[in-house]
């Protein structure tokens, strides 16, 4: 038996494999304990999974709309997301997490949680890091999409050149943004050249990518040992905040009383900032002449009613249950939402909204599995001309199915556990 904490950050996308872990750990007789936002307490607890917090909490940007605005900006979002939100509040996040591991056996990090390597080397901890995406590793023989510079993509096949010099320009300015970071580890005697937020955020001991070979190959330079699971899958909502889980009866009556829906959603998170999506995919759909789902999650009420029978909202559905029944899928490109959308073998229109999402739209519209459009071209008539494209081109749906027939051959819940007990036994 081992104690095991797991420092996860963010949306539920971020959660659900950690604690999809944690309750595989503890079935297995080790002590799993999740250390993040506040706000999810009463979810983790209620899956007879420990629990400590660790700030920043998410929760509380419901409280502030600027905010949210700004990390969901295409151009700024990922430097609002570091620069003014997780590095201001590094000291805090260090106090809780370093309070969390006192006598843990081994720590599971997150790209987000910035003190987790901190207090690893500060307690001479045995860590491993976490990649719930493949942008995360920025490899220069994989370039990924980075959001609000599509554009360079386009020269990407003239050689790693472009995508080096994006690189050296954000190493730049994380540089600026890591003044906390190096106060913290200068107070603590550590040292300060470990401001890499490219870098240091893997472990040496090995990175757990929690995706599928099928989404991303390995590439040479990825970090060492890193170890491709594959997908982890959990979706229940559980007890969270004010939310509550829609009635399972009414989405089984509506799936049952016609042809198979469009589905809309824009997972946990942009779901905060959704501007018009939804308004503009009811449009769409009726123009179609299809019938949709919409899981509008808090949004839910701010749709206006009253709607077409062909329309249902809910705010919340578990995906694996809806999803396999969709006609097509459009989102976000989340990393949560992508893997059950390639789970259930569907064709997609992803329109990103920021930070990983144009990288995983591109991914999928590679593979062949679905169409992208711009976040600022989603209006009713395009949407409702690359739906009328996908559904006329029976590849995408043949593409989609395969790439879920793959994914199905992989456990990637049994895989993580293995090598993260793996990783206890080697105390080298």
């Known amino acids: ?160 050149g472009v995508f080096q010099a994006l690189m050296a320009a954000a190493r730049l300015r994380f540089k600026r943004w890591a003044h906390p970071i190096q106060r913290l580890r200068r107070r603590l005697g550590l040292s300060t050249w470990k401001t890499d937020l490219l870098v240091n955020t893997f472990s040496p001991r090995g990175t757990l990518a929690l995706f599928s070979k099928w989404f991303a190959a390995p590439q040479p330079d990825w970090p060492p040992r890193t170890h491709i699971t594959g997908f982890i899958y959990y979706d229940r909502l559980g007890a969270i905040s004010d939310a509550q889980e829609d009635d399972p009866a009414e989405l089984d009556d509506f799936l049952r009383s016609g042809p198979p829906p469009l589905l809309f959603t824009l997972g946990s998170s942009v779901v905060m900032d959704a501007g018009d999506f939804f308004q503009e995919s009811i449009v769409a759909a009726h123009a179609l002449g299809l019938r949709a789902v919409l899981v509008a999650g808090g949004r839910r009420n701010e749709i206006h009613n009253p709607l077409p029978d062909s329309i249902l909202v809910a705010g919340y559905v578990p995906f694996s249950r809806i999803m396999p029944h969709a006609l097509a899928i459009v989102h976000q490109g989340g990393i949560g939402t992508t893997a059950q959308a390639l789970r259930a073998g569907r064709p997609m229109l992803v329109a990103p909204w920021g930070h990983d999402q144009p990288d995983n739209a591109e991914r999928l519209r590679r593979l062949g599995a679905a169409r992208t459009i711009p976040r600022t071209r989603y209006y009713a008539p395009r949407v409702t001309n690359e739906l009328r494209a996908l559904l006329a081109d029976p590849s995408y749906e043949e593409c989609a199915r395969a790439l879920a027939g793959g994914i199905a051959h992989e456990d990637g819940l049994a895989s993580a556990c293995d090598a993260i007990e793996a990783a206890l036994r080697n105390a080298g």
């Not at 419901?62 to 003014?84: C, I, K, M, T, Y």
């Open 1 to 160: 038996m081992a104690r095991i904490v797991l420092n996860t950050f963010g949306s539920l996308g971020d959660l659900h494999p950690y604690l999809a872990l944690a309750i595989e750990l503890r079935r297995r007789g080790h002590d799993a304990v999740i250390a993040t936002s506040e706000v999810y307490r009463q979810k983790i607890v209620a899956e007879g999974v420990a629990f400590t917090p660790v700030r920043p909490d998410v929760g509380l940007l419901a409280n502030n709309p600027g905010l949210v605005r700004r990390l969901w900006d295409p151009l700024r979002g990922s430097e609002a997301l570091f620069r003014d939100y997780l590095i201001p509040q590094i000291e805090d996040s260090y106090e809780d997490l370093f309070s969390a591991c006192r006598g843990a056996d081994l720590l599971l990090t997150h790209i987000a949680g910035l003190a987790g390597p901190i207090v690893a080397e500060q307690l001479e901890l045995r860590w491993l890091s976490i990649a719930l995406q493949p942008i995360v590793f920025f490899s220069s023989y994989d370039p990924p999409v980075l959001s609000g510079f599509e554009w360079a993509r386009r020269f990407y096949p003239f050689g790693p």
